[in-house]
């Protein structure tokens, strides 16, 4: 298997972590009862449950990328050093950002988002 392939395996297995920190967070404050109904009435989950949940958004939404970008390379049979830095970059950025993220730290969760991009532009750019 492609190193690539198996970074895009390890970013799938964050993004079912950072989903069950957001369920756990949203357990803590609003009950079982609740989370297990229609949700029509949730409250808003706030502090690092409703930060971890929303981590876990963007990172759905950053995974879809990475993983066309890691597909396309694998398939197109352009994988090599800059490709495999790039998705190292992607995941452990996106690990630091997780973690930043849900700990509540300004600033820094902004510069660790430009981190993984860039990571997905090297894989990019190897691309064109």
Do not use: C, D
């Amino acid at each position: 298997m492609k190193p690539e392939l198996m970074l895009l395996l390890w970013a799938a297995l964050l993004t079912l972590v950072q989903a069950l920190a957001g369920v756990q967070g949203a357990l803590m404050k609003v009950g079982l009862s609740t989370l297990a109904g229609n949700r029509e009435a949730m409250p808003e989950i706030k502090g690092w449950g409703g930060r971890a949940a929303r981590a876990h958004r963007n990172m759905v939404e950053n995974l879809v990328l990475f993983a066309i970008l890691v597909l396309v390379a694998v398939v197109a049979g352009k994988t090599n050093a800059m490709t495999l830095l790039g998705a190292q970059i992607f995941l452990g950025a996106r690990i630091v950002y997780a973690v930043v993220y849900i700990a509540g730290v300004l600033w820094l969760r902004t510069a660790v988002w430009g981190v993984s991009v860039v990571g997905l532009a090297m894989i990019f750019l190897q691309l064109i």
